[in-house]
């Protein structure tokens, strides 16, 4: 079992900032995946940020150059920077880790309100 807890949404102005952060917690010794999603009301959840099968990190085309996830293997603990934040990255924001046996753990997600 992997815990996920995320923190650090909240309320911004357009082109402000944010940065998220997930810390895992239990068995996290076989880990294929872990990275960032979001969900949107009415809207489909989609991969933000992820690394996979170690080191490879992709990104969504929307947040390319303005987004940047990184890891503190330490603390157990990805963070998501969010730069030049736009009312369509309003979601809940939410992590997840997939092990090489293929179960995928979910965060309980964090808000990320981008409006004036």
């Known amino acids: 079992q992997v815990q996920l807890v995320e923190s650090g949404g909240g309320l911004v102005q357009p082109g402000g900032s944010l940065r998220l952060s997930c810390v895992a917690s239990g068995s996290i010794s076989r880990i294929y995946s872990m990275g960032w999603y979001r969900q949107a009301p009415g809207n489909q959840r989609e991969m933000v940020a992820r690394?996979?099968?170690?080191?490879?990190?992709d990104y969504a085309d929307s947040v390319t150059g303005r987004f940047t996830i990184s890891r503190d293997n330490a603390k157990n603990t990805i963070y998501l920077q969010m730069n030049s934040l736009k009312p369509e990255d309003t979601a809940v924001y939410l992590c997840?880790?997939?092990?090489?046996?293929?179960?995928?753990?979910w965060g309980q997600g964090t808000q990320v309100t981008v409006s004036s």
């Open positions: 997840a880790y997939v092990t090489f046996g293929g179960n995928r753990y």
């Open positions: 690394w996979h099968n170690g080191s490879t990190t």
